[in-house]
C-alpha cells in the first residue's frame, strides 16, 4: 500500500513569502506528526493531530508556524514570512495510534531553502 | 537542549565485522526507545525499540542494549552489509508519543 507522500519534494522560497507544506498520510492512521531536520541535527518535533483531538502545538517555534488536519487525513503545515532559519527538511509521519511503541511511518520529507 | 546525543557523527566498518552504534540521553524519564534509519532522499524507517523494563532486545542481526543507570543505549549490528550504510538516529520517549531524535550517526560499511 501506499506510504506516507509529501509535497513537494523541494521547495526554495524568498525570505519574507509564506509557504505551505502538505501531507498525506496512511489511510486508516490517527495520528499525524510534523518534524524537522535542520543542518547537522536530530529531528524536532513540532505538532502532533490525534483523530479529533486538539492538536499538540508545543514544538511549534513561532506563532509564524500552524498546521492543519483536515478530515481526518491530509495536513499543511504553514510557515508565514519565512525567515533563513526555517531551512531545513520538513518530515511528516504518520502512525496507526497514539504513543511511542506504534511505529512512525516517515514520508520522504521536504526542503526547504529559505534564501 | 538537546536530551538525546549521538556524540559519533560517523562510523566505517568492514563488511562481515560489527558496528556498534551509541546513544546517551539526560532525560530519566524517558521509558521507550528506538532506533531509526534514513537512507539519502527517504524518510526515516523503523529499526528497533526497546522498552525501559529490558536491557536488551534482538532482531536478526540488530540487536539493542539499554544500561538505565547510564542513561545509555547501543545498536550491534552483525554482520555488517553493504545496505547497512545509512544514518541512523537513535529517539526516546515519555510514555507518550513525542519522540525526541539524537542528531544521527552516517555508517558507511566498506567492502
Known amino acids: 500500500g501506499a506510504g506516507v507522500s509529501q509535497s513537494p519534494s523541494n521547495k526554495v522560497t524568498e525570505k519574507g513569502k509564506d509557504v505551505e507544506l502538505r501531507c498525506d498520510p496512511i489511510?486508516?492512521?490517527?495520528?499525524l506528526y510534523w518534524y524537522r531536520q535542520s543542518l547537522g541535527q536530530g529531528l524536532e518535533f513540532l505538532i502532533y493531530?490525534?483523530?479529533?483531538?486538539?492538536?499538540?502545538k508545543s514544538g511549534l517555534p513561532s506563532d509564524r508556524f500552524s498546521a492543519e488536519r483536515t478530515g481526518g487525513s491530509v495536513s499543511t503545515l504553514t510557515i508565514q514570512r519565512t525567515q533563513q532559519e526555517d531551512s531545513a527538511v520538513y518530515l511528516c509521519?504518520?502512525?496507526?495510534?497514539?504513543?511511542?511503541?506504534?511505529?512512525?511511518?516517515f514520508g520522504p520529507g521536504t526542503r526547504l531553502t529559505v534564501t | 537542549d538537546q536530551q538525546v546525543k549521538q556524540n559519533s557523527p560517523s562510523l566505517s566498518v568492514q563488511e562481515g565485522r560489527i558496528s556498534i552504534l551509541n546513544c546517551d540521553y539526560t532525560?530519566?524519564?524517558?521509558?521507550?526507545f528506538l532506533w531509526y534509519k534514513k537512507y539519502p532522499a527517504e524518510g526515516p524507517t523503523f529499526l528497533i525499540s526497546?522498552?525501559?523494563?529490558?536491557d536488551k532486545n534482538e532482531d536478526g542481526r540488530f540487536t539493542v542494549f539499554l544500561n538505565k543507570s547510564a542513561k545509555h543505549l547501543s545498536l550491534h549490528i552483525v554482520p555488517s552489509q553493504p545496505g547497512d550504510s545509512a544514518v541512523y538516529f537513535c529517539?526516546?520517549?515519555?510514555?507518550?508519543?513525542?519522540?525526541?531524535f539524537g542528531a544521527g550517526t552516517t555508517v558507511t560499511v566498506r567492502a
Open positions: 532525560n530519566s524519564m524517558f521509558d521507550y
Open positions: 526497546i522498552s525501559s523494563i529490558k
Open positions: 489511510s486508516g492512521h490517527t495520528a
Open positions: 529517539a526516546a520517549s515519555e510514555s507518550d508519543y513525542k519522540l525526541s
Open positions: 509521519a504518520s502512525s496507526l495510534m497514539r504513543g511511542a511503541s506504534y511505529e512512525q511511518y
Open positions: 493531530f490525534q483523530g479529533n483531538s486538539a492538536p499538540d
